[in-house]
């Protein structure tokens, strides 16, 4: 089975903090994607990544941005932690090719918030 | 703009009866119609999938109907159980396009004994 881990489950921070939010997957997958999920505003996509040291914006890259040093760990980074940043975090993997090829395995979430 | 609507936003159905969720769609470039069940606590995972080739498609108590013309797709949940119980997100995805999916805003499903 795939697995998709996130570092934390739960995460506290103060506003203005450099925040680091971590992914690792087993599946030796290309693709690896941050989302960020918010009652009643669904999954909307913050980054992508469909290689080592390749990012894509998603739909809501803004305050954020992410590292992928390695094929199987993708960073997501707050550079300044702000309240409106308070939200469930989702990492998810796929092979490559769009998503409509392959199907995204995602983590269980990191629930962050600041304060 | 929201590409992919979905309704309702909450869904409270009794034990045994049939849940239906539906989405609609704006953009005829969508080829790949997949459906994400969440339970609490976890992340989505796949539940079904559709291509517009088909108009219904079938995994045990799970359908999915589709309607091209009317750019509309629904996911139908049979004889359903407590344990079905989760938030089902509807997307759409377009080879032609990006890496991305876009999904709905999601549904949280009740299903009461």
């Known amino acids: 089975d795939v697995k998709v881990t996130q570092s934390s489950r739960y995460l506290v921070k103060r506003t203005g903090e450099k925040v680091f939010l971590e992914c690792v997957q087993d599946?030796?997958?290309?693709?690896m994607f941050w989302y960020r999920q918010d009652p009643g505003l669904g999954l909307r996509l913050i980054y992508f990544s469909y290689d080592v040291k390749m990012k894509e914006k998603g739909d809501i890259p803004e305050g954020y941005s992410v590292s992928r040093e390695k094929k199987e760990r993708f960073s997501l980074i707050l550079e300044s932690a702000s309240t409106n940043q308070t939200s469930m975090y989702l990492c998810?993997?796929?092979?490559?090719?769009?998503?409509?090829?392959?199907?995204?395995?995602f983590g269980n979430g990191t629930r962050l918030t600041v304060t | 703009q929201q590409q992919v609507k979905q309704s309702p936003q909450s869904l409270i159905v009794q034990k045994g009866g049939i849940s239906i969720i539906n989405c609609a769609y704006e953009n005829t470039a969508f080829d790949y119609f997949p459906w994400y069940q969440q339970f609490p606590g976890k992340g989505p995972a796949l539940l079904i999938a559709i291509r517009p080739d088909v108009s219904e498609k079938k995994e045990g108590r799970f359908t999915i109907s589709f309607n091209k013309s009317a750019k509309q797709f629904s996911l139908h949940i049979m004889d359903s159980q407590p344990g079905d119980s989760a938030t089902y997100f509807c997307?759409?995805?377009?080879?032609?396009?990006?890496?991305?999916?876009?999904f709905g805003k999601g549904t949280k499903l009740s299903v009461i004994p």
């Open positions: 998810a993997s796929s092979f490559p090719g769009g998503q409509g090829i392959w199907p995204l395995h």
């Open positions: 599946m030796d997958h290309e693709n």
């Open positions: 997307a759409a995805y377009s080879g032609a396009g990006s890496y991305q999916l876009t």
